[in-house]
């Protein structure tokens, strides 16, 4: 099998305090059987740990996720279904974490990348560089019924339309305008920042979390638990 991301690559966890650091790799860090393997196993260790905890997910270099690994894909095309099924469990799994989730955007983040950013709770993006964008549109690719209800849940109505149907890339400033991501900082401050926010939250961890973020993206999280 032909993968776009390296063994190196593969995403690591980290703990520093109540606050655990999913470093998602250092290439294009797009999603295909082993890196998700990886990072469904890390996910368990972040589940299975007690008392306050949160989650921030990071990468290395210019990009944070350019999504599916399409090398892949086309290489295993009897595995899609399968393959897509899994994805849209994961972004069900990271949008009803009982824990709280920031995203730290210090890199391009596209499709499914995109989309697994939009899962956290919050997201923090670098403000000079680096978009957030759907392309979907523009490569053919209809967006899932589960997809379409967490960007509807996620976004303001106008966003939501515009990011799924035009495929526009949204930078820091535009995506902070847009009510995509919660903070837009210089490059060194993104991981500092994501930091500081999971920590205030890391007491807010456990179970009633976890029944309101349920509730909340109740909608969302049945279709993406069983894409069609």
Partial sequence: MTFSNTPDDLPTLSRDG????LNL???ENRFNPD?????????????????????????????WSNGLDLPWLMANADQIPAFGARVEVLFARVLALGLPTVAA???HAFGAGAMLALAHDQ??????????????????IPISVGMSDLIAAKLPVRTA????????????????????VDEAVDEQAVLPAAMDRARALAPKAGATLGTIKEHRFRAALAELRNPA
């Fill in 18 to 21: 109540d606050v655990y650091v």
């Fill in 25 to 27: 790799g250092s290439g």
């Fill in 35 to 63: 890196w998700l393997d990886a990072v469904d196993a890390h996910l368990d260790t972040v589940e299975a740990a007690e008392g306050p905890r949160a989650l921030v997910t990071t990468a290395a270099g210019k990009i």
């Fill in 105 to 107: 955007l210090q890199g």
């Fill in 123 to 140: 997201r923090v993006m670098r403000a000079d560089r680096g978009f957030f964008c759907f392309p979907e549109v523009d490569i053919q």
């Fill in 161 to 180: 339309h515009d990011a799924m149907t035009t495929g526009r890339r949204y930078g820091g400033a535009e995506s902070i305008a847009e009510g995509i």
